[in-house]
C-alpha cells in the first residue's frame, strides 16, 4: 500500500476497511493532493496516526473508527488542515487525549466523539473551534460528565456550540 499509493495524485476518497494486519497508514501521501474524505474502519492494529495526514491539504472529512489500539491523535499543528469540516471518531477505546492544536481546524462544522470510554478531556483551545455547529459525545464515560451543561468542567469550552448531544441528549 506505502508504495502504489503516491502515485494516485487525482484519488478524492479513501476508504480502508477491516484491514486487521495494517499496523499504520502510509507515511507518504504527499501526493494525494486531492484526498478530501479519509476513512480508517476496524483496523485493529492501527496505534499510530501521524505521518499520513501532514501532506493532505484539501481533507474535509476524517473518519476514524474501530482502532482499539490508538492511544493518542498527533499533536503536531501540521497534521490538522483548515480544510477540515467533519470528525468522526468512534470505537477507539484506548484513546485518552484529544491534540491541543485542533484549534487549527477553524472549518470544523461537525465532531463526533462516540465510544472513547478513555477520553479524559476536551483540549483547552477547544472554544477556538468557532465553526463548530454540531457536536456530539456519547458512551465516553470520563468526557461526557465533564461536557454537562453548566456545571460540567470542559462546559466553558463547548458552550459556543449551537447544537451539543451528550450521550444522545441534546444539551
Not at 490508538?70 to 491534540?99: G, N
Request: net charge neutral; aromatic share 6%; glycine share 2%.
Amino acid at each position: 500500500m506505502s508504495e502504489g499509493i503516491q502515485h494516485l495524485s487525482a484519488l478524492r476518497t479513501l476508504q480502508i476497511h477491516n484491514c486487521g494486519k495494517l499496523t499504520s497508514l502510509p507515511r507518504k501521501m504527499e501526493n494525494c493532493i486531492a484526498l478530501e474524505s479519509l476513512e480508517v474502519i476496524n483496523c485493529t492494529k492501527i496505534s499510530l496516526f501521524e505521518e499520513c495526514l501532514q501532506s493532505l491539504s484539501n481533507l474535509r472529512s476524517l473518519t476514524i473508527k474501530g482502532l482499539p489500539k490508538l492511544v493518542f491523535l498527533p499533536d503536531r499543528p501540521e497534521c490538522y488542515k483548515s480544510t477540515l469540516q467533519y470528525l468522526y471518531i468512534s470505537d477507539c477505546l484506548s484513546l485518552m487525549r484529544l491534540p491541543e492544536c485542533l484549534e487549527n481546524l477553524s472549518s470544523l462544522v461537525r465532531m463526533y466523539i462516540i465510544g472513547c470510554p478513555n477520553l479524559l478531556h476536551l483540549p483547552h483551545n477547544f472554544n477556538c473551534l468557532v465553526a463548530l455547529q454540531v457536536l456530539r459525545i456519547d458512551q465516553c464515560t470520563l468526557l461526557s460528565s465533564r461536557c454537562q451543561r453548566e456545571v460540567g468542567e470542559d462546559w466553558p469550552k463547548i458552550a459556543h456550540v449551537p447544537e451539543i448531544y451528550v450521550d444522545r441528549v441534546r444539551i
